[in-house]
């Protein structure tokens, strides 16, 4: 009998040391809490604007057609695609037909001897785009030589659909990004009177405030302004989250140097860093998590990593 009873007891001690052990590691869990590390800023009050991208073929407006003045034979020819030349550049050396013909004669009769040759020159400035005619070529009299771009005539043709010229309007300032991500503003200038008639969209002239030498053909996007805001609520876009749906947004606000909360938000003017907040109104000391809270619980535990 006594065999059994201290068997009893040494099996209620087994399992009460084992609740003990089995406890400790849970209290210890408990213990710990799990923070995020998070990133903050503040929100600004200023101005937004909302734009339309569109785009646009870079096109010169001027182009001289250089033509021969004789008919005759190429002896020299100065210029190459690409090549930037001034005005009054010699061009071209052309051996009029007549003077080629006594050439073989002027060597026995002294009163045969004729140069004539004749030089042409660029009558403006800018770069050649079309080298049409090379050394000892036959050309007749009106033939066309090269061309040359003036490259003050450089524009950007914007496309608009129909039902957005009234963002185009003449005089309207305006961006353009190139394709390596240069921005380079623009003004609105003139239109053209026709439309295409598949996409119905009229091109506006768009003149490149700038002394790059671009070339031409050149697909860039022109940005407009849609509307602008002044004096509202802007915070960086990576500040407010959304659901799959993209119904509901929110931001996490800090309510002290450890703590964030979640706070249902209303967005107004989105572009591609800023986004404006219509509702509720913050203050400007408010500090919002712009970085690390994707996930986050309603409450959350954070580590701030940046002021």
């Not at 771009?149 to 961006?175: D, M, R, W, Y």
């Not at 407010?240 to 800090?254: A, F, H, I, P, Q």
């Amino acid at each position: 009998m006594k065999r059994i009873f201290y068997l009893t007891n040494l099996v209620i001690l087994s399992v009460l040391l084992s609740c003990s052990n089995a406890s400790k590691p849970a209290a210890e869990e408990e213990s710990t809490q799990v923070t995020t590390p998070v990133t903050v800023t503040t929100v600004t009050t200023g101005s937004i604007s909302k734009v339309i991208q569109l785009t646009a073929n870079s096109s010169y407006l001027k182009k001289n057609t250089v033509k021969s003045t004789a008919t005759g034979y190429i002896t020299k020819i100065s210029c190459n695609i690409g090549e930037y030349v001034k005005a009054g550049s010699p061009l071209y050396s052309i051996k009029t037909k007549e003077a080629e013909a006594l050439s073989s004669l002027s060597s026995t009769n002294p009163e045969f001897a004729f140069n004539g040759e004749l030089t042409i020159k660029a009558p403006t400035s800018g770069i050649i785009t079309e080298v049409t005619k090379q050394a000892n070529d036959y050309i007749a009299d009106g033939d066309q030589l090269c061309v040359i771009a003036e490259q003050s005539s450089l524009v950007f043709l914007l496309n608009v659909p129909f039902e957005q010229n009234k963002h185009a309007a003449i005089g309207t300032n305006c961006e353009i990004l190139l394709p390596d991500s240069t921005r380079i503003p623009g003004t609105i200038t003139s239109k053209l009177s026709a439309i295409d008639a598949a996409s119905q969209t009229q091109s506006f002239v768009v003149k490149p405030r700038t002394n790059a030498q671009l070339p031409e053909n050149l697909t860039a996007f022109v940005q407009l302004s849609e509307s602008t805001k002044a004096n509202t609520q802007v915070v960086e876009k990576g500040c407010v989250l959304s659901d799959e749906t993209m119904e509901n947004y929110w931001v996490m606000k800090l309510i002290n140097d450890s703590t964030a909360v979640k706070v249902a938000v209303k967005p107004g003017i989105v572009t591609d860093t800023r986004i404006e907040i219509l509702l509720p109104l913050f203050a400007n000391s408010d500090r919002l998590v712009n970085s690390g809270h994707y996930g986050l619980p309603d409450t959350a535990s954070v580590n701030i990593t940046q002021p």
